[in-house]
């Protein structure tokens, strides 16, 4: 596996100087929102047959170092995993203990993203069993990329962008390991049965479609068939049986507190008052909203605003809690579409409610489709670590430098009919609104609003929102405003990274796959 | 589109002469069960982008000529088309009555099945709007192939390999058009919701996938999301809203009805009493019956010995009917794994029972794939137009050489565990057991017992199961010996057809896309 990215920099649509060559790939530089048209063929996997898979339909091995030296695991191989587990994941710790027994080196690790929990890694990452991550580094492993001590260039993905680069050959997998909680002996996996369900296991579709070799490895084996299959046996090699995936207790998210700060409770209610009264919030309405504190509180107050106006939602799109399972239950939706469950409630409602419906990065987010879910959405909330006063986003640094957050589905969702960023102004006394986003992870002109505590940014670009709410009594004002407030708290601007200019650690996709912006690393 | 079949033949591995040549095209003879390896990549489709699909999910145009026209609907290309509506299917003759309209020649329509409807079609065949049919012909449709009025040579391909053909790039659809009893606009689809409800989409499904343009036809149009979406949005380029896809009354199937008749009742007994004193019926067992009049009557008498021995079966594969419906419904089975449905119980079980699971030719049937269903059954009672002494069996054209059916998943269920022809000895006084079929579908080794309202003849090469059967005071007895006896009844053998040794109007694949036979003109 080439380490070679380019030290050489071109200037992107943004403005933005990003390597042609990462990790010996050539990469297209970012050129605009629709503006990229790809050329060419989606992937093909070899041709199959049936002769050469057991007609009982039992594909069981013996251990997960079985199905890895019969799918011909070797140096240089790009391996998946997904992140359903979250920060209980026990596998993928495992499986590169198996791997570095195996004496194999140079391993292209493609999470669908990663979580504290690998920091275990590290230290094959050090040894050279894992060359670099393709997927997003949340924590220790980003600061550990942040600060040089990778082999290779990370890749930043969105969700979405994970499936396309999949689907479009980008990156070909060689053996995906899908860990499943509930599986039969063919392959046919969910993740809402077991004791480790999750909910859906959409962030490992691609991965089952496209990979050479596909690796079940599950805590609970069914009898054929293994209802939902939400992946295919008509897609696996090898299914393994393990006494356990990991730690339950913490599959589901750490994030799904309601916020109990005065300041992010008030965000919620600007958030959830401006969806109101800039009418979007209306009968068959649709919207999507995360896991995280600011987001819940939204929900709670959205709730309620479409209770007293008999309002009902066609549909909802998830990361799934119990707060929309509430408003489905309670009749205020008509359907959750859901990629992925933040906590019990969520994996409950999804496998026996059939309104709570299992989507894949597929359905929602993959702009090399014919189209996708994400841009019907009537109004996403979503959270950001900067924003500047062109509306361009990040979402994956912090004004520091260090690279500490995945894209998720984040670049995808801002397709959406009205896209919101919902943040405090400040985080421990750094200001979030910035002259310059220290990664560009989205143009300004895909951000629609932004609420702070402060007050409402409305993009000048939507002038259509801005009349709709020019006689509201929000604090709608200039993000220039709102930033001169904040520096004067804050005492001026963040202090300006100290990175290398010439050293790349991540580049930053957008969701067309093309080059959005480059991760340098951190001088200490 | 080439109409070169070349009359110089090639001896596959069953003896039969086949063309190597086929509409221009080269095709492999056949080479024996899981002999032939498929080598290469499946079909990669262009990669598509957002950009060109609109945002807000609204792809409905405002008839389907403006959908071909979108298309780019042009002379020699490949249509295809589902046959979940069966005889009640009204959008085919529609659909070509358009392409007539707009003076487009030569096509290759790709059905997964004709239906007496479309005799309608003959039309189009004789003034070559069709330049030939690759898919089932049933009644009238095979009767004019037969006589050599089609310009091209027909390609007859089960299920299965129907699916993997498209999938292998073999055949290459660039329209497909999807009757579809529930849409929204953005293209999912499903047939159990709608008044023209039919039950699964399965056959369309890879069609969904791999065709150039996809164009959804639906006369309940749903607010997105249309849920469950068997079809996915996300593979459909256009939708189009129809007042009716034709006549609801004819889409469930007219076969579904318990024979009357006294021998055929006593196949169905044999069946039952064979599966249960063999030892097949036991707890967990799965088995796959049709819709048929002796298959329904095998299973109402399975159904009682199951009951009487308390034996549940993990699962049953549909074509469903209410026959199945009420096995799940009573506690007699898990699930039922269902490709049609062939009356409105099974329809409406499918739609409202979680445990009657919606499944395709990719799941069940498709022999390039890393495994499938079929293999999994352990008994499946099929029926046949002929069988011979060795085994061999016919299941498309008659004693008289006229080609009336299709293979449906015939070939592909051989595939199961145990392998039972239940048909009559003789039909209108033609005996069914001959010396030689006329064509061959299916070689020998892959039929296990033939049942006859004259006894029970089982394969030489299933030893396991005449041992099992040693002590059972059921009717076993050697092929030959039924054989003699209707021929004493019948007045000899069948009268040779009267076919042309140089013309071949249809060949007939292996699911694994080998040419096993060639059938021929009739000379008038």
């Given at each position: 596996?080439?380490?070679?990215?380019?030290?050489?920099?071109?200037k992107?649509?943004?403005?933005r100087f990003?390597?042609?060559?990462?990790?010996g790939?050539?990469?297209i530089?970012?050129?605009?929102?629709?503006?990229?048209?790809?050329?060419?063929?989606i992937?093909?996997?070899?041709?199959?047959?049936?002769?050469?898979?057991?007609?009982?339909g039992?594909?069981?091995?013996?251990?997960?170092?079985?199905a890895?030296?019969k799918?011909?695991?070797?140096?240089g191989?790009?391996?998946?995993t997904?992140?359903?587990?979250?920060?209980?994941?026990?596998?993928?710790?495992?499986?590169?203990?198996?791997?570095?027994?195996?004496?194999?080196k140079?391993?292209?690790?493609?999470?669908?993203?990663?979580?504290?929990?690998?920091?275990?890694?590290i230290k094959y990452?050090?040894?050279?069993?894992?060359h670099?991550?393709?997927?997003?580094?949340?924590?220790?492993?980003?600061r550990?990329?942040?600060e040089g001590?990778?082999?290779g260039?990370?890749?930043?993905?969105?969700?979405?962008?994970?499936y396309?680069?999949?689907q479009?050959g980008?990156?070909?997998?060689?053996?995906?390991?899908?860990?499943?909680?509930?599986?039969?002996?063919?392959g046919?996996?969910?993740?809402?049965?077991g004791?480790?369900?999750?909910?859906?296991l959409?962030?490992?579709?691609?991965d089952?479609?496209?990979?050479?070799?596909?690796?079940?490895?599950?805590?609970?084996?069914?009898?054929?068939?293994?209802?939902?299959?939400?992946?295919?046996?008509?897609?696996?090699?090898?299914?393994v049986?393990?006494?356990?995936?990991?730690?339950?207790?913490k599959?589901v998210?750490?994030?799904?507190?309601?916020?109990?700060?005065?300041?992010?409770?008030?965000?919620?209610?600007y958030?959830?008052?401006?969806?109101?009264e800039?009418?979007i919030?209306?009968d068959?309405?649709?919207?999507q909203a995360g896991?995280?504190g600011?987001?819940?509180?939204?929900?709670?107050?959205?709730?309620?605003r479409?209770?007293?106006?008999?309002?009902?939602a066609?549909?909802?799109?998830?990361?799934?809690?119990?707060?929309?399972?509430?408003?489905?239950?309670?009749?205020?939706?008509d359907?959750?579409?859901?990629g992925q469950?933040?906590?019990?409630?969520?994996?409950?409602?999804?496998?026996?409610?059939?309104?709570?419906?299992?989507?894949?990065?597929?359905?929602?987010?993959n702009?090399?489709?014919?189209?996708?879910f994400?841009?019907?959405?009537d109004?996403?909330?979503?959270g950001?670590?900067?924003?500047?006063?062109?509306f361009n986003?990040?979402?994956?640094?912090?004004?520091?430098?260090?690279?500490?957050?995945?894209?998720?589905?984040?670049?995808?969702?801002?397709?959406?009919?009205?896209?919101?960023?919902?943040?405090?102004?400040?985080?421990?006394?750094?200001?979030?609104?910035?002259?310059?986003?220290?990664?560009?992870?989205?143009?300004?002109?895909?951000?629609?609003?932004v609420?702070?505590e402060?007050?409402i940014?409305?993009?000048?670009?939507?002038?259509?929102l801005?009349?709709?709410?020019?006689?509201?009594?929000?604090p709608?004002?200039?993000?220039?405003?709102?930033?001169?407030?904040?520096?004067?708290i804050?005492?001026?601007?963040?202090?300006?990274?100290?990175?290398?200019?010439?050293?790349?650690?991540?580049?930053?996709q957008?969701?067309?796959?093309?080059?959005?912006?480059?991760?340098h690393?951190?001088?200490?």
């Amino acid at each position: 596996m080439s380490n070679k990215t380019s030290q050489k920099f071109v200037k992107n649509a943004v403005g933005r100087f990003v390597p042609e060559i990462v990790n010996g790939v050539r990469m297209i530089p970012f050129k605009g929102i629709n503006k990229y048209v790809p050329q060419g063929q989606i992937a093909s996997p070899p041709v199959r047959s049936c002769i050469n898979y057991p007609a009982d339909g039992n594909k069981i091995v013996r251990n997960l170092k079985e199905a890895l030296k019969k799918s011909g695991l070797k140096s240089g191989m790009t391996i998946s995993t997904h992140h359903h587990l979250r920060n209980g994941d026990g596998l993928t710790n495992v499986l590169f203990d198996t791997i570095k027994e195996m004496g194999v080196k140079n391993i292209r690790w493609f999470p669908s993203a990663s979580f504290p929990v690998h920091d275990y890694l590290i230290k094959y990452l050090e040894d050279g069993t894992i060359h670099h991550i393709e997927g997003s580094m949340n924590g220790p492993l980003g600061r550990f990329a942040s600060e040089g001590n990778m082999k290779g260039t990370g890749v930043l993905r969105s969700h979405g962008g994970r499936y396309r680069a999949i689907q479009d050959g980008e990156v070909h997998i060689d053996i995906a390991v899908i860990a499943a909680p509930c599986a039969d002996f063919f392959g046919n996996a969910n993740g809402v049965q077991g004791k480790s369900a999750c909910g859906p296991l959409g962030f490992a579709l691609g991965d089952s479609e496209y990979a050479d070799k596909v690796i079940v490895v599950t805590d609970t084996l069914v009898e054929f068939p293994c209802v939902p299959w939400h992946i295919q046996g008509n897609n696996v090699d090898y299914v393994v049986e393990v006494d356990s995936l990991g730690d339950p207790s913490k599959i589901v998210s750490g994030t799904t507190q309601v916020t109990k700060s005065p300041d992010r409770i008030l965000i919620a209610e600007y958030v959830a008052r401006f969806v109101e009264e800039a009418g979007i919030m209306r009968d068959g309405f649709s919207f999507q909203a995360g896991a995280g504190g600011i987001n819940l509180a939204f929900l709670l107050s959205l709730k309620e605003r479409m209770k007293s106006k008999n309002i009902k939602a066609r549909f909802i799109r998830g990361g799934s809690t119990r707060y929309l399972t509430e408003m489905l239950e309670g009749g205020l939706a008509d359907y959750i579409l859901d990629g992925q469950a933040f906590d019990m409630a969520g994996v409950q409602s999804l496998r026996d409610n059939p309104h709570h419906v299992n989507t894949s990065p597929f359905t929602s987010y993959n702009f090399h489709g014919k189209g996708n879910f994400a841009s019907m959405l009537d109004v996403v909330v979503l959270g950001a670590t900067e924003v500047d006063i062109h509306f361009n986003a990040n979402v994956v640094t912090h004004s520091d430098g260090y690279l500490l957050h995945g894209i998720g589905g984040w670049q995808d969702c801002l397709f959406g009919q009205c896209t919101i960023l919902a943040i405090p102004s400040f985080r421990d006394r750094v200001p979030i609104i910035v002259d310059r986003v220290t990664t560009l992870c989205a143009p300004g002109e895909m951000i629609d609003v932004v609420i702070t505590e402060r007050g409402i940014a409305i993009n000048p670009l939507r002038q259509d929102l801005l009349s709709k709410v020019s006689k509201s009594t929000l604090p709608i004002r200039e993000i220039r405003d709102t930033q001169n407030e904040v520096y004067e708290i804050c005492g001026g601007k963040p202090d300006q990274p100290n990175i290398s200019n010439s050293d790349v650690v991540s580049v930053v996709q957008w969701v067309d796959g093309t080059t959005i912006d480059a991760i340098h690393r951190i001088e200490k």
